[in-house]
């Protein structure tokens, strides 16, 4: 029992650095500081300054790890409809995902929710080992408000 929570909590680490490594690869720094001064400003804080030093949004890596990582989500996963459930200030997102090539996959997934064409919320989730073939239900959450929103937009990237 020791060795499957040693490895368990190994696994949940391991990914949880690998989806810091895939957000500062495939993300701007001007996102990135929109981001966290939204986050500040919901939470009441002062917005930090962006930092001088930054990466070009034109980096060749930026690029290539945005080309690989939608590239190989394209055609990853197959999406059911939507479940949306807004309860103590959380948006909680059920969707069925179906794995549409012939290997097992891991995928992040994302709702988009807009009205017209703003970007009311994202809440993004996981689904983990999706056999070839195979159906799974994906969790997404987040904390922003759904309210009014007039389309979703289902997305997977970094599948592995």
Known sequence: ???????????????F???GIIFQLTTTPEERAALRAAREQRQGA?????????RPA???LYKLAQAVSTAAAAD?????KPTVKSQAGMV??????????????????????????TILSAPT???NEVPAGGTRTAQLMSADSVAGYDSIKLEASTCF
């Open 1 to 15: 029992m020791k060795k499957v929570l040693k490895w368990t909590l190994g696994l949940g680490f391991g990914v």
């Open 17 to 19: 650095v690998l989806l």
């Open 46 to 54: 002062e917005p930090r300054q962006p930092a001088e030093r930054q």
């Open 58 to 60: 034109e980096s060749a």
């Open 76 to 80: 990853t996963l197959e999406f059911g």
């Open 92 to 117: 909680t997102v059920l969707v069925e995902v179906t794995n549409k090539t012939d290997h097992q996959v891991s995928c992040v997934v994302t709702a988009t929710f807009k009205k017209g064409d």
């Open 125 to 127: 989730g996981a689904v």
